[in-house]
């Protein structure tokens, strides 16, 4: 944070508390926590079975239950896995998600909407990268990227 003037980071869990609790413990910071990423070979290791459930799981209720104190954390969920991004809802409550995999992994809007919304509508910052950088390659690039945007931000909140 101090080196880069960085506002958030995103960290993955497998390392253990020890080496997340430095920027945990900063409370005007966001950490973003790896839960369920979007690419296929994620099931490799985060639906491992332990006890019972899918590792996935119990890393979404540790960083709820125990990590988030500063309530300044959020947990990447891809938009590629709704059954599972609506588990994890269920165990996080309003804890905000960063949902990649909108656009050339697939993720289907409406579906990961209704999946991983809070209450209010809200609760996901939904991230379509490729989709936006790729939108065109000519000169027209920039009103290109702002339509693929402005198309996104509609369909979103036409699911709300």
């Known amino acids: 944070f101090d080196r880069f003037g960085a506002d958030a980071v995103t960290i993955n869990p497998y390392m253990g508390f020890d080496s997340a609790e430095p920027f945990l413990r900063r409370a005007d910071k966001g950490v973003v926590i790896l839960c369920r990423t979007s690419n296929p070979g994620a099931a490799d290791f985060q639906d491992m079975d332990v006890g019972g459930r899918p590792l996935f799981e119990i890393v979404a209720e540790t960083v709820a239950r125990k990590w988030n104190t500063h309530n300044n954390c959020l947990l990447v969920?891809?938009?590629?896995?709704?059954?599972?991004?609506?588990?994890?809802?269920?165990?996080?409550?309003?804890?905000?998600?960063?949902?990649?995999?909108?656009?050339?992994?697939?993720?289907?809007?409406?579906?990961?909407?209704?999946?991983?919304?809070?209450?209010?509508?809200?609760?996901?910052?939904i991230n379509s990268s490729r989709g936006i950088l790729y939108a065109s390659q000519g000169p027209d690039f920039a009103a290109a990227a702002r339509a693929e945007t402005l198309r996104l931000r509609d369909q979103v909140n036409a699911c709300r």
């Open 77 to 125: 969920v891809g938009a590629t896995w709704p059954e599972q991004m609506s588990r994890i809802r269920a165990i996080v409550g309003e804890m905000p998600f960063l949902v990649p995999g909108v656009g050339a992994q697939g993720g289907d809007v409406e579906k990961l909407v209704r999946a991983g919304r809070t209450a209010d509508g809200n609760g996901l910052i």
